[in-house]
């Protein structure tokens, strides 16, 4: 399985971006879909989930209601939508694929590149 985030950028607060997320080779046998964030200095963040099957999602606080994700399962691709885009926004964004339906890390298998989102205020 190999992931390629794309679509971050240098945008305004207030404003809004998508990322996208495009996977190759047996992506289905991983059943969950997530993007991360990390910034500078700190752990790496959940920012949302999804499921292949059945579109099932999970949004921390910090994002839900800005930020929404969705899949498409023909192209194997997995979209951000970030609307309302704040300063702490600020981070590089990963997208990772797993089998275990989870906030965590950890319990994510596979890993792209990641994308650099910076939001000025």
């Known amino acids: 399985v190999q992931l390629q985030a794309s679509g971050g950028g240098l945008v305004q607060a207030g404003t809004s971006l998508t990322l996208s997320c495009a996977a190759s080779g047996r992506i289905f046998s991983s059943e969950v879909m997530g993007w991360f964030r990390q910034a500078p200095g700190k752990e790496r963040e959940f920012v949302v989930a999804?499921?292949?099957?059945?579109?099932?999602?999970l949004y921390p606080e910090s994002v839900k209601g800005r930020f929404t994700i969705s899949r498409d399962n023909a192209k194997k691709t997995v979209y951000l939508q970030m609307n309302s885009l704040k300063p702490e926004d600020t981070a590089v964004y990963y997208c990772?694929?797993?089998?275990?339906?989870?906030?965590?890390?950890?319990?994510?298998?596979?890993w792209g590149q990641g994308t650099q989102v910076t939001v000025s205020s």
């Open positions: 999804i499921m292949w099957s059945g579109g099932n999602t």
């Open positions: 990772a694929a797993g089998s275990k339906w989870t906030r965590w890390p950890a319990g994510y298998d596979y």
